[in-house]
């Protein structure tokens, strides 16, 4: 059979069909594969026809029609089904072919394949892809990570497809070995996860405590979309609250309050827990999405459960100027803990990770895009080794300034029971930040107190542990030191 391919994309659900039309559309050759066959004749009989796109049933016929280096991507469900597709593949390539996984990998899964293709002399890139169906098919923010020697082969193919943003600059770029283009995608969901909630509880303080209706609220969205916080977010929640059913409902007003999710955000907690960072923010969000699924239990809580009731007799205007203040801190806050996470991850397994790349592939087709992630990216071109974000001038004095108001939402949420759990824990975060003393050393004392784990004194070196026989019957046995 002869090579028809540049590219051959498995898979053909809305991610990966909508791919195969961006990288038609800009001139490669693209082999298609499903295993549901009544799906890829549909494919080939509708939205591909006329376009350089070949289709198969079998997969060894889809494969040998590529092009050598055979360049295979899977846009199938993360999980046993890349491993069962994988297996099924590897016969079928030869040394030098390419393997990519544009899915919502885990990053260990990635890391793990990555070293099994490798040894057989293959190559494996594990890639995010961000954007939803519009992104991937007008170009998405596309995050490539894997075996390096493979990147040159897929480079051309990746920028052209890839969201422009800048001077024209396309919104991908290679970011290290194994893992660390999935892990980079798995922190932009969990960001993803932040922003989405930050937005949610200013909906839920203009509504619920200032009373105003989806116009008014669709106006200041509007309004805030065109400032600082002017994002992708900001945009479609503005269209959302100025949706009508047929009748004139706000939709909005009819849609159930009970949220899913798909498990990076989970995954972003669970690695930050594993590697010791304050990921607060994005946690909380995670956490008030289960919350909203736990319906049943609300309505009950609600009939038990009462809080204050208090209508808001002040100055409308200034308070949604002081929300949209908070929110654009508290969004600061919840960036800079998920760069923190990233340097650290890229600190432990060496992938030299740049975070200024970072910002500008996001900056462009994905869904946390803004103008935002411009000054982010500057922050750490100006200084490739910042410590912190909150470090960098400009963000260290919006946060400073911005500050004010966020304690001013919070509270006023507190005092009328409206939850804001991330508004808050951003909150927390900054002033836990920047405290010179936490109440650490109560914690300390109690963990040696009831179980001889030892503490260091401010009087001594760091590393010097001490224990002390609190009861006089304790005895001077200590418990190892150690840290999770």
């Given at each position: 059979?002869?090579?028809?391919?540049?590219?051959g994309?498995?898979?053909?659900?809305?991610m990966?069909?909508?791919?195969v039309?961006?990288?038609?559309?800009?001139?490669?050759?693209?082999?298609?594969?499903?295993?549901?066959?009544?799906?890829?004749?549909?494919?080939?009989?509708?939205?591909?026809?006329?376009?350089?796109?070949?289709?198969?049933?079998?997969?060894?016929?889809?494969?040998?029609?590529?092009?050598?280096?055979r360049?295979?991507?899977?846009?199938?469900?993360a999980?046993?089904?890349?491993?069962?597709?994988?297996?099924?593949?590897?016969?079928?390539?030869?040394?030098?072919d390419?393997?990519?996984?544009?899915?919502?990998?885990?990053?260990?899964?990635?890391?793990?394949?990555?070293?099994?293709?490798?040894?057989?002399?293959?190559?494996?890139?594990?890639?995010?892809?961000?954007?939803?169906?519009?992104?991937?098919?007008?170009?998405?923010?596309?995050?490539?990570?894997?075996?390096?020697?493979?990147?040159?082969?897929?480079?051309?193919?990746?920028?052209?497809?890839?969201?422009?943003?800048?001077?024209?600059?396309?919104?991908?770029?290679?970011?290290?070995?194994?893992?660390?283009?999935?892990?980079?995608?798995?922190?932009?969901?969990?960001?993803?996860?932040?922003?989405?909630?930050?937005i949610?509880?200013?909906?839920?303080?203009?509504?619920?405590?200032?009373?105003?209706?989806?116009?008014?609220?669709h106006?200041?969205?509007?309004?805030?979309?065109?400032g600082?916080?002017?994002?992708?977010?900001?945009?479609?929640t503005?269209?959302?609250?100025?949706?009508?059913?047929p009748?004139?409902?706000?939709?909005?007003?009819?849609?159930?309050?009970?949220?899913?999710?798909?498990?990076?955000?989970?995954?972003?907690?669970?690695?930050?827990?594993?590697?010791?960072?304050?990921?607060?923010?994005?946690?909380?969000?995670v956490?008030?999405?289960?919350?909203?699924?736990?319906?049943?239990?609300?309505?009950?809580?609600?009939?038990?459960?009462?809080?204050?009731?208090?209508?808001?007799?002040?100055?409308?205007?200034?308070?949604?100027?002081?929300?949209?203040?908070?929110?654009?801190?508290?969004?600061?806050i919840?960036?800079?803990?998920?760069?923190?996470l990233?340097?650290?991850?890229?600190?432990?397994?060496?992938w030299?990770?740049?975070?200024?790349?970072?910002?500008?592939?996001?900056?462009g087709?994905?869904?946390?895009?803004?103008?935002?992630?411009?000054?982010?990216?500057?922050?750490?071109?100006?200084?490739?080794?910042?410590?912190?974000?909150?470090f960098?001038?400009?963000?260290?004095?919006?946060?400073?300034?911005?500050?004010?108001?966020?304690r001013?939402?919070?509270?006023?949420?507190?005092?009328?029971?409206?939850?804001?759990?991330?508004?808050?824990?951003?909150?927390?975060?900054?002033d836990?930040?920047?405290s010179?003393?936490?109440?650490?050393?109560?914690?300390?004392?109690?963990?040696?107190?009831?179980?001889?784990?030892?503490?260091?004194?401010?009087?001594?070196?760091?590393?010097?542990?001490?224990?002390?026989?609190?009861?006089?019957?304790?005895?001077?046995t200590t418990?190892?030191?150690?840290?999770?």
């Open positions: 059979m002869s090579t028809t391919a540049q590219i994309v498995a898979g053909l659900a809305v990966g069909e909508n791919l039309m961006n990288m038609a559309g800009k001139g490669f050759s693209v082999a298609v594969f499903n295993r549901t066959t009544s799906k890829t004749d549909a494919f080939l009989s509708g939205r591909a026809q006329g376009l350089p796109i070949c289709g198969f049933h079998r997969l060894q016929d889809f494969v040998m029609a590529l092009e050598r280096p360049r295979v991507m899977m846009m199938l469900k999980g046993s089904v890349i491993d069962s597709f994988i297996e099924q593949l590897l016969p079928l390539l030869e040394p030098g390419i393997i990519i996984d544009g899915g919502n990998s885990n990053y260990e899964d990635t890391r793990r394949r990555v070293d099994t293709v490798d040894r057989k002399g293959l190559y494996y890139i594990g890639s995010g892809v961000s954007g939803g169906e519009e992104g991937a098919l007008k170009g998405p923010a596309i995050m490539p990570g894997g075996s390096d020697t493979a990147w040159p082969h897929l480079e051309p193919i990746f920028t052209a497809i890839a969201a422009k943003a800048g001077n024209d600059e396309p919104c991908c770029g290679w970011l290290g070995p194994d893992g660390a283009g999935h892990f980079v995608k798995m922190v932009h969901n969990g960001i993803e996860y932040g922003d989405m909630q930050l949610c509880e200013s909906y839920q303080v203009m509504k619920q405590h200032l009373g105003l209706n989806s116009d008014q609220i106006q200041v969205f509007s309004d805030w979309n065109n600082n916080l002017s994002s992708y977010l900001i945009e479609i503005a269209d959302i609250f100025a949706y009508k059913e009748d004139g409902t706000v939709l909005i007003e009819q849609i159930l309050d009970t949220a899913g999710q798909k498990g990076t955000g989970k995954w972003t907690v669970n690695s930050a827990l594993d590697y010791g960072i304050p990921l607060s923010l994005i946690s909380e969000s956490f008030a999405r289960c919350l909203s699924a736990m319906k049943d239990l609300r309505l009950a809580a609600a009939k038990r459960l009462h809080g204050p009731e208090t209508a808001y007799t002040g100055d409308v205007k200034e308070i949604v100027e002081a929300l949209g203040s908070a929110l654009y801190g508290a969004k600061i919840s960036y800079a803990q998920g760069f923190a990233l340097h650290e991850a890229s600190r432990q397994y060496n030299n990770l740049n975070p200024a790349l970072i910002a500008k592939i996001w900056r087709g994905c869904i946390i895009r803004s103008a935002f992630l411009d000054r982010i990216a500057a922050a750490y071109e100006n200084q490739p080794k910042l410590e912190h974000l909150l960098d001038d400009y963000f260290a004095e919006t946060i400073n300034r911005t500050q004010s108001d966020l001013r939402i919070v509270a006023t949420a507190a005092t009328n029971g409206i939850p804001i759990p991330c508004l808050s824990s951003a909150l927390a975060y900054f836990g930040l920047r010179k003393r936490l109440p650490a050393n109560l914690l300390q004392a109690q963990r040696d107190y009831f179980g001889a784990h030892t503490y260091e004194r401010l009087d001594r070196e760091r590393g010097e542990y001490f224990h002390t026989n609190w009861t006089g019957t304790g005895g001077d418990s190892t030191t150690y840290n999770t």
